[in-house]
DNA sequence: CGCTAATCTAGAACAAGTTTCAGACTTGAT
DNA sequence: ATCAAGTCTGAAACTTGTTCTAGATTAGCG
């Protein structure tokens, strides 16, 4: 069934979203790229990790199940892929209303607090993109990694730092460890959101040991 | 194969690894279970969470698949109880050796290195666990609790405590995922041991925060 | 001992991730 | 417009976790 137009050409990959990895996509290419990221989230909302099954994945943003594999090498990359996607909007919309803690510590555990009440929105979704990106091997570390960064581009923007200090950043690590492993506790019930909010703002108190002003803490 | 011998009767099972779980089990169903865990340990000490092939478990403990799945509802099932198996001894054997550092601080993150050295002799072993652990669903949380209720044992002990406060309780919380997604990017490249070290280290200075008798925190 | 229920075994069957392949379609360059 | 190379499709095959079944074996009991 080639059921495509014939409208096309090499389309300049808008830098936003761009991947940079090796071959820029055509139009009709970014455009399934986009379906199947769409559908992938979709079927992720519904019923978590399970429910995204490349079969259906393929099935409902109509591609082959080959060409799915061509363009995320599996399951795993597909979420992952997914998760970066979503964590695009979430840094966007964080970005606009800037927390409004005293401290840096306060800032952060507002924006991490934030971002969970989003997840709480989609918890299946939530589950698909974590359990992806713990469950991740070596094959999708450069991607895991994106992840890593972007995650850390928006604590360190909520602590309104230009040059954090080794230690600061030592902080930060701890943070996203302490964020990702509570969020898994939480999807996988053994958490109340009352329990990771107290994890969350217990790691948050790090940053006041890293702050060179005043010393010292509470 | 009818190869088992007609020695057997009721069987008390001893305290130690009791899974207090419902029926007792009879000698050669204690057995069994040992057959399987040692053969899925082994496995995984040589290819990791992969190599850890329900079938191949089956047939190195000399048992049908059907009753692997009997014993263990599921290969994750199967994992994390090999981890609860590791773990006793890891802590028998770290109870031993105390830690002798100076503060509660030092000693954990002492311990935590001592356990990631451990870890570091079986990479394999240590994948196939953890991957297992952290992409755990909710059928799986009791086994799971009790992996993450021994690990706070161990933490408590190094830090020497008997009553820890809500506050320690809390830090101990935070140290724990440090611990876990430390370990996940260490597993999965994404972090060097120094990286794990540096991380661990300054998680624990947490628990200076909640030192009682030289001012508080908060 | 002899019985009944529970357990174990071998093996087939099923499900979903992944791979493979032949043939149709697109792309980019001539 | 035409050709070679690269891409996409549909479908089958393969892998490994999980389930199911029928028949043997074992456990506990009178």
């Given at each position: 069934?080639?059921?495509?137009a014939?409208?096309d050409?090499?389309?300049k990959?808008?830098?936003?979203?761009a991947r940079?990895?090796?071959?820029?996509l055509t139009?009709?290419?970014?455009?399934r790229?986009?379906r199947?990221l769409?559908?992938s989230?979709?079927?992720?909302?519904r019923?978590?990790?399970?429910?995204?099954?490349?079969?259906e994945?393929?099935?409902?943003s109509?591609?082959?199940?080959g060409?799915?594999?061509?363009?995320?090498?599996?399951?795993?990359?597909?979420?992952?892929?997914?998760?970066q996607d979503?964590?695009?909007h979430?840094?966007?919309?964080?970005?606009?209303?800037?927390?409004?803690?005293?401290?840096?510590a306060?800032?952060?555990?507002e924006?991490?607090?934030?971002?969970?009440?989003?997840l709480?929105?989609?918890?299946?979704?939530?589950?698909?993109m974590?359990r992806?990106?713990?469950?991740a091997?070596?094959?999708?570390?450069p991607?895991?990694?994106?992840?890593s960064h972007?995650?850390?581009a928006?604590?360190?923007?909520a602590?309104?730092?230009?040059?954090?200090?080794?230690?600061?950043l030592?902080?930060?690590?701890?943070?996203?460890?302490?964020?990702?492993?509570?969020l898994?506790?939480?999807?996988s019930?053994?958490?109340s959101?009352?329990q990771?909010?107290?994890?969350?703002?217990?790691?948050c108190?790090l940053?006041d040991?890293?702050?060179p002003?005043?010393?010292?803490?509470?």
């Amino acid at each position: 069934m080639p059921a495509e137009a014939k409208v096309d050409k090499v389309a300049k990959v808008d830098a936003s979203t761009a991947r940079p990895d090796s071959a820029p996509l055509t139009e009709r290419q970014e455009a399934r790229r986009r379906r199947i990221l769409h559908a992938s989230a979709q079927l992720a909302s519904r019923g978590g990790f399970d429910a995204v099954q490349m079969r259906e994945v393929a099935e409902s943003s109509q591609v082959a199940l080959g060409t799915l594999y061509r363009y995320f090498p599996s399951k795993i990359h597909l979420l992952v892929a997914t998760m970066q996607d979503q964590l695009e909007h979430m840094h966007g919309t964080l970005r606009k209303k800037p927390p409004a803690g005293d401290t840096a510590a306060q800032r952060v555990a507002e924006t991490l607090m934030r971002a969970f009440r989003a997840l709480q929105r989609e918890p299946h979704l939530a589950d698909a993109m974590v359990r992806a990106l713990t469950f991740a091997d070596r094959s999708v570390s450069p991607e895991v990694d994106q992840v890593s960064h972007q995650t850390t581009a928006i604590v360190l923007d909520a602590m309104g730092l230009e040059n954090p200090t080794p230690e600061q950043l030592s902080a930060v690590r701890v943070i996203e460890h302490t964020w990702h492993s509570a969020l898994i506790t939480w999807l996988s019930g053994r958490a109340s959101i009352a329990q990771v909010k107290i994890d969350i703002e217990t790691v948050c108190r790090l940053i006041d040991l890293t702050e060179p002003e005043d010393r010292g803490g509470a």
